[in-house]
């Protein structure tokens, strides 16, 4: 089955605000880690990674973090505007019988509040 | 720089027809991927191409769906007799190697199976 999760399926937050998204991994030997967007009607786009070795990863407004001792890592969001409104997928990067293969977890729809 | 083509759009079809997807990816990318989107869930994959060799099929269900990527470019995705259980967006990513996390995806084709 799957290795990675998210926490909750849906997340609504005004325009502005910051944004936390959660996902929970359970492979521990897991070392990359991605987060992808996708909007409607659009395939899923790339917003940053971490690698295991580093526990945090800034990007422009976005933010990894990586917590190895639970599994979990999240992506925070700053001051939030309407078209950052999609789904996000965490994705890890798979080993073993996945060959290096993306495995992407459910999702959570984020809606952002004008 | 054009991103990773795909067609059709849409497609729809009833069940124990025959349909053909096809992408064009990024120029120099020698990785191709296939994933299959289901409603509501994150992209699983269905083959990967390095160049033109398939280095991971084994979520493909072989006894009706292939795929091919001649030359290493273009790619094709078969799926013969299609299922109901077939109905999905169906995304084509490409990538510059099979170590990055970052795929580029095309906007997917949206097969309905009546």
């Known amino acids: 089955g799957e290795s990675v999760g998210l926490h909750l399926p849906t997340l609504s937050v005004q325009e502005g605000d910051n944004s936390i998204i959660n996902c929970a991994y359970s492979?521990?030997?897991?070392?990359?880690f991605i987060w992808y967007k996708q909007e409607s009607g659009k395939g899923p786009q790339f917003i940053i990674d971490i690698r295991s070795n580093m526990d945090k990863r800034q990007g422009q407004r976005v933010t990894v973090l990586l917590n190895k001792t639970v599994k979990h890592l999240s992506l925070q969001i700053a001051a939030t505007q309407p078209g950052d409104s999609a789904v996000y997928f965490c994705?890890?990067?798979?080993?073993?019988?996945?060959?290096?293969?993306?495995?992407f977890g459910k999702g959570t729809k984020l809606s952002v509040k004008p | 720089e054009a991103g990773v083509a795909q067609s059709p759009r849409y497609k729809i079809i009833e069940k124990r027809q025959s349909v053909a997807f096809w992408c064009n990816p990024i120029?120099?990318?020698?990785?191709l991927y296939w994933y299959q989107q289901i409603l509501g869930q994150g992209p699983k994959l269905l083959i990967q191409?390095?160049?033109?060799?398939?280095?991971?099929d084994s979520q493909l269900p072989k006894d009706r769906f292939s795929a091919e990527r001649l030359k290493g470019v273009d790619s094709t995705l078969k799926i013969q007799p299609a299922k109901l259980e077939d109905s999905a967006v169906y995304l084509c990513?490409?990538?510059?190697?099979?170590?990055?996390?970052?795929?580029?995806f095309g906007e997917g084709s949206r097969l309905t199976v009546l």
């Open positions: 990513a490409s990538s510059q190697d099979r170590a990055s996390g970052e795929l580029f």
């Open positions: 191409f390095q160049n033109n060799g398939v280095v991971d």
């Open positions: 492979n521990s030997a897991s070392d990359y």
């Open positions: 994705a890890e990067i798979g080993w073993g019988g996945s060959q290096g293969n993306l495995i």
């Open positions: 120029s120099g990318h020698a990785t």
